[in-house]
């Protein structure tokens, strides 16, 4: 298997990898890619729907209106306003199904199976073309037995065919080659001589199975029961999953009509006593074997002698053509030049070539036949679809609970006779292995965040702002900035790193999650979730919880581009995200840009609570490894401490810093104004010391104020203002100290 690459240009000279480089297609690129067409066309299915209803709602308001008399016209007006809502809620849900589908990317081409929503028996009549079960019972039934179950009395069963018809037969019927007037109409019956058959079971996944444990979850695994023989998978269990992905194939083998009757059985696993069954699923084979439609082995719809879409049946579409045409006596079929072959006077057309593993191209006439094969409806008279290439979906009942389904298991059987060429291998659909991934998240810088608490010196808007960042399914590692103290514009500097390393499966687009549910576990519980990085913004406090400002969740598969710069990014980017271009950080593998932080307000409408400016890069596990990252800004790989400005300050870092910048930027001229007032009142106080003579203590307080406060302060109390003083700068020192402080710290250190 090889992977191709392909390059796309795009505007502004980038190039882009097209999604094919990322996978290597397999059997299950088949299945994923099948049932997106199965979305798409229930999805058109109810467009159709929607509209067919709308239509009908206009009629009926029409013939309403038209019926009514005038004392209704009030009503009926009221029928037009209701009929009019109902047209735009649908032509909305049209609308949005048609945006879905124009905005839907293109894929590369990969070959589909079918995947049918319900049995196969229910598409194709329970393959009773020919072959019709009936059941013998028991008994008569009286008039006491009215009320009986037909069940109880079931002893056995009977197939065949039963016909009634004129004699002589037409000469239509009896002109056909080979005809044998012993058989009358059941020309070209099969032998009821005994068959050896190799049958090979795939059981893909079970969805919605009913819970079998206190816990609400089941251990499901497969049992497979046909005739005498009986495979358990119980060693391959899967723990607490209602919706588990097997992925498994079986080999049986049976001899028809005595070993016919294939029961496929989804049990729970239990650590101690029996395990419980939860449902199960039958299968006729004899009636899929015998059946015109050739339910034996799907038809794929297109031929291929290697990679993920390798024919699987022993014999080749020509050999298969070449059977039909015989065993239905019909002419054909004749290959002619220019791709075209004619089967019962009807010519078909379809390409000559086929490559093989080393890429060198051949003729062939394998592509003409399964054309042939894949519209075998259109032959006259004998013509029918045959069974294509599937997986079909069965419901899962139980014995002990009759009528109620407990869940869908999808799989698909396919029976090769023992007198033929053997089948090859059976196809590998085990579940896909998630590949190792890490995200490196850098959180550059913030702006216009919104402003909650109010400086302490200042009465300023300010916020303590810190990004914290995880991934959906991890919210045990959230990921935490330091924080940017001080913003008064919004504005902050972070240059930190987070990395998430992830386990992510490319074909599903979820990521991979094993842990246990508790620790009275016995084993780890399998989670599959959609890639989303959420981001936040919070305002640190110091006595209370943190304040949450506003969030982004990214899904990374589908996600805007960021802005260029903070002005080009709004809160449109999340309100119109359906209308705008996406990109995967998968494809792109690096991104930087700005996007929105949003909240909702009091009348839970959108406000724009901020913006980030980060930086998206996606590594593969083995690229990780060589080239490591730290988290934050350490080692290795470290990043650069953000330039931040003085508002960013902590207080006990910096206090004289603080003081220069909250204190004498704000009352410098109050300070300015009181030294001048007290250097005046000192002059005057000296220049009265010099007009007198006499000591210090024959002073009058009133003649000399500043005298007498001075003697006092200075002989009288002086030490007991001193340590007055100095307590007060303590105690402001310490709330200064607390004040700057991270607030989870602050808890912490007070048991809150």
Sequence with gaps: KKKKKKKKKKKGGMEEDDETDERVLDWWSKYFASIETLKEIIRAQEAAQAEAEEKEDLEIAAEAADSRSDDFLLRGSKLKEKSKEKKSSKDKKKGQAADCSEKRPIKPKVDELLVYNKELESEYGSFEDWLHTFNLYRGKAGDDDEHALDDDRIVGRFKGSLCMYKLPLSQEITREAGFDPNMGMFQSIPHNDPINILVRVYVVRATDLHPADINGKADPYIVIKLGKSEIKDKENYISKQLNPVFGKSFDMEATFPMESMLTVSVYDWDLVGTDDLIGETKIDLENRFYSKFRATCGISSNYSVHGYNIWRDPLKPSQILAKLCKDAKIDGPHYGPGGKVKVANRIFTGPTEIEDENGLKKQTEEHLALTVLNHWEEIPRVGCK????????????????????????????????????????????????????????????????????????????????????????????KQDTDVHYHSLTGEGNFNWRFVFPFDYLVAEEKIVISKKESMFSWDETEYKIPPRLTLQVWDADHFSADDFLGAIELDLNRFPRGAKTAKQCSIDMIRNEQELPTISIFKQKRVKGWWPFVARDENDEMELTGKVEAELHLVTGEEAEKSAVGLGRNEPDPLEKPNRPDTSLMWFLGPLKSIGYFIWRNYRWLILKTLGLLLLLLMLEDAGGLMRCRPDTTFLWFLSPLKAIRYLVCNRYKWLIIKVVLALLLLIMLGLFLYSMPGYLVKKLLGA
Excluded: C
């Design 386 to 477: 045959l069974v294509p290439e599937h997986v079909e979906t069965r419901p899962l009942l139980n014995p002990d609970k009759p009528g109620i389904e407990q869940g869908r298991i999808e799989m698909w059987v396919d029976m090769f006779p023992m007198d033929m060429p053997a089948p090859g291998p059976a196809i590998d659909i085990s579940p896909r292995k998630p590949k190792s991934f890490e995200l490196r998240v850098i959180i550059w810088n913030t702006d216009d965040v919104i402003l909650e608490d109010d400086a302490f010196m200042t009465g300023e808007k300010m916020s303590d702002i810190y990004v914290r960042g995880w991934l959906k399914g991890q919210q045990e590692d």
